[in-house]
Nanobody, 125 residues
Framework: QVQLVESGGGLVQAGGSLTLSCAASGRTFSSYAMAWFRQAPGKEREFVAGISRYGGTTSYADSVKGRFTISRDNAKNTVYLQMNSLKLEDTALYYC??????????????????WGQGTRVTVSS
């Protein structure tokens, strides 16, 4: 089992940048593919980005491709989401998720057994 704690959310103007972090503890971090999901008010939780266990493969939702970058540092047990050119529609609660021995390309919520509590990102005009 791995425990996940997100941080780095906040209020940012449209066009701005923000970096989210997710610190993991418990089982060996490199055993897990990691992903970021988000949930906007009144909407379903959706896949944002995923990364394989050693960072060699990443995947992105079309809505964030070219603007967001997912990365990980296994020595620090942390996964990051660098978000640039933020838009109003990026406003959501952002969750970190872990998939034991996964690929990081799974976009289905049920593929991830471990979740953080979320960090809120609000983009203003």
């Amino acid at each position: 089992q791995v425990q996940l704690v997100e941080s780095g959310g906040g209020l940012v103007q449209a066009g701005g940048s923000l970096t989210l972090s997710c610190a993991a503890s418990g089982r060996t971090f490199s055993s897990y593919a990691m992903a970021w999901f988000r949930q906007a008010p009144g909407k379903e939780r959706e896949f944002v980005a995923g990364i394989s266990r050693y960072g060699g493969t990443t995947s992105y939702a079309d809505s964030v491709k070219g603007r967001f970058t997912i990365s990980r540092d296994n020595a620090k047990n942390t996964v990051y989401l660098q978000m640039n050119s933020l838009k109003l529609e990026d406003t959501a609660l952002y969750y970190c998720a872990a998939d034991l021995y996964g690929s990081g390309s799974q976009r289905v919520r049920n593929s991830y057994a471990n979740w953080g509590q979320g960090t809120r990102v609000t983009v203003s005009s």
